[in-house]
């Protein structure tokens, strides 16, 4: 440390002017900083739902629908894989979580079972040859009763790709609102968190969530009655399906089981307006575009059941063939049904319903008192903290209390960069990182005393007291690193914003305490040149 090395001094001015730039513009509000140049930075620290206010909704997947579905349509392709092969049975159906059915000629069992093998794929992970887990168990008694179900392995894989697929459609749902950092994340084996900062109401969340939104276009069986559908009385490969307008006079529609395009083909819906009325005009993708024109082609001056989660909300009469893959879903609409509707159809359906299981909304007031509270105990702190270090340390003090603000700067700098979410246990993280880094410059200047003490020259002691401190100022926050990162690691939420400021409050306190307070007092001394150290 004899001498000035310019790369020091220049590392700390460069760093800490950039950071300056960065954390400045959480000083003002959103709309003064939209209104800057674009060549200044913009970036601001998100607050979390605890400081700006929102909604907090838990969610359950309903993972036994998905079961339910995939058993129904394993029963379809039992009897498809039977009847092609001319194999007798009879009760073919589901019972006590299984697809069960009884051969007519109990000599048919090796055949069956060797039909089932076939509809019995193996895993995804396992599809390269490794391992040898299937998606269903068979089972045969010997009497020609078989029954073919989930395996362990089976169910899980279902019910990952459900909560997975359910995690993404509820991500595209949010961000198609504009919300700003929305928290959407898996909890448990079936469960999402949402966090929405800035939404007051979580109403317009919950019926944007709440629904599955599966749309499908299946043909109305013109020929039927609804009176004799709603007797029991339906024509065969039909199903009898509410109207989801409320002036609908017969309030059902009679429509053929077999979908003839699925809202799976679409990429986009908006609202629009069709003679002064709210409609959500949508568009195919290449596939359900060639289908769609066929159908229309096929069914001309025939009625179109669009139907979205099991209701049908339009059912117009093919006038002439579409042919260029879009189309316009008529109803009872207003202005805002029609924009949700379209929000749903763009992001996709759920595979499984979500059941709210928790939710809360933060008012904006209670936000604002936590930021009131947290900042008045963050300035309370520096300023206690920068009284006791000049009074005890005099100018050495100062100098730490430069770094103290420099070591602020940075936090709030790496905050906006991340785009990390600040929270109330995220504040209290950087009021903790305070005293911390004050500790640090304590074990520098009372080792620098000793050395003082020991008859050293204040060059010597200055050199020798940073080298020697440096080795337990390192240890002792390299432990708290790894206790923050443990914490991000296993913890959630409100631990987790902990953690991260905590973390970045260690790495520039390192910084700090090993550049900027030395390179201050190197340059101090050497300007001075002072006989005895103020300590």
Same mark, same amino acid.
């Given at each position: ?17 950039? !950071? ?5 513009? =959480? ?30 909704? &838990? ?89 073919? #179900? ?91 399906? @509410? ?11 009679? +429509? ?6 699925? #809202? ?6 908006? @609202? ?15 596939? #359900? ?11 001309? =001056? ?29 109803? =009872? ?15 996709? !359906? ?6 709210? %299981? ?50 602020? +700067? ?30 640090? =410059? ?42 923050? +990162? ?15 400021? &905590? ?11 090993? %550049? ?20």
């Amino acid at each position: 440390m004899s001498a000035l090395q310019p790369w020091k001094i220049w590392t700390v001015v460069v760093v800490l002017l950039a !950071a300056l730039v960065v954390a400045v513009p =959480n000083l003002f509000n959103r709309e003064t900083v939209a209104s800057w140049p674009d060549f200044l930075p913009k970036g601001q620290i998100n607050l979390g739902l605890d400081l700006q206010g929102g909604s907090h909704l &838990l969610l359950e997947v309903g993972v036994d629908t998905v079961i339910d579905e995939r058993l129904e349509e394993l029963v379809g392709e039992v009897r498809l894989a039977l009847r092609r092969e001319r194999i007798g049975y009879r009760g073919l159906g589901v019972q006590d979580g299984m697809v069960r059915f009884t051969l007519t000629e109990p000599a048919d069992s090796d055949r069956a079972m060797d039909l089932l093998g076939d509809i019995n794929p193996l895993l995804p992970s396992t599809a390269f040859g490794i391992g040898t887990a299937r998606e269903f168990a068979v089972e045969d008694n010997g009497e020609g009763r078989l029954a073919i #179900g989930f395996s362990e392995e089976g169910r899980g894989e279902r019910v990952r790709a459900a909560v997975n697929q359910s995690l993404e459609v509820v991500r595209r749902r949010i961000d198609e609102l504009g919300t700003r950092e929305p928290t959407i994340q898996r909890q448990g084996d079936d469960r999402i968190l949402v966090q929405v900062p800035g939404e007051r109401d979580p109403t317009a969340i919950k019926n944007l969530l709440g629904r599955t939104a599966r749309l499908t276009f299946q043909m109305v069986d013109m020929e039927a009655s609804i009176a004799d559908a709603r007797a029991g009385r339906l024509p065969p490969g039909t199903v009898l399906l @509410p109207s989801a307008d409320p002036d609908d006079g017969a309030g059902a529609w009679v +429509v053929q089981r077999r979908i003839e395009v699925s #809202g799976e083909n679409l990429v986009d819906a908006q @609202p629009s307006f069709q003679d002064n009325q709210p409609v959500v005009s949508f568009r195919f993708d290449n596939v #359900g575009a060639r289908r769609f024109g066929t159908i229309t082609q096929e069914h001309t =001056n025939e009625l179109f059941a669009i139907v979205l989660d099991g209701q049908v909300i339009s059912a117009p009469r093919i006038r002439e063939p579409i042919l260029g893959g879009s189309g316009i879903i008529s109803g =009872n609409f207003t202005v805002e049904s029609a924009n949700e509707l379209s929000i749903l159809l763009r992001a996709g !359906a759920l595979p499984a319903p979500l059941v709210i %299981l928790e939710e809360r909304s933060v008012g904006p007031d209670l936000g604002a008192d936590s930021i009131a509270a947290g900042r008045t105990a963050s300035i309370i702190g520096i300023i206690l903290v920068a009284v006791f270090m000049a009074l005890y340390y005099g100018r050495f003090g100062l100098f730490a209390d430069v770094a103290l603000v420099s070591n602020i +700067v940075l936090i709030l700098a790496a905050l906006t960069l991340l785009g990390a979410t600040l929270t109330l246990p995220g504040i209290a993280g950087i009021v903790l990182t305070i005293g911390m880094a004050v500790d640090a =410059n304590v074990l520098i200047f009372e080792r620098i005393r000793e050395e003082v003490r020991a008859g050293r020259t204040p060059l010597a002691a200055i050199e020798t007291g940073f080298k020697e401190a440096m080795r337990t100022i390192v240890d002792a926050n390299v432990t708290t690193l790894i206790a923050a +990162v443990l914490l991000f690691q296993f913890g959630s939420g409100p631990v987790k914003g902990f953690a991260v400021t &905590l973390a970045i409050g260690i790495l520039t306190t390192l910084f700090t305490a090993t %550049l900027v307070t030395r390179v201050i007092v190197l340059f101090w001394y050497r300007r001075t040149r002072p006989a005895a150290l103020p300590l």
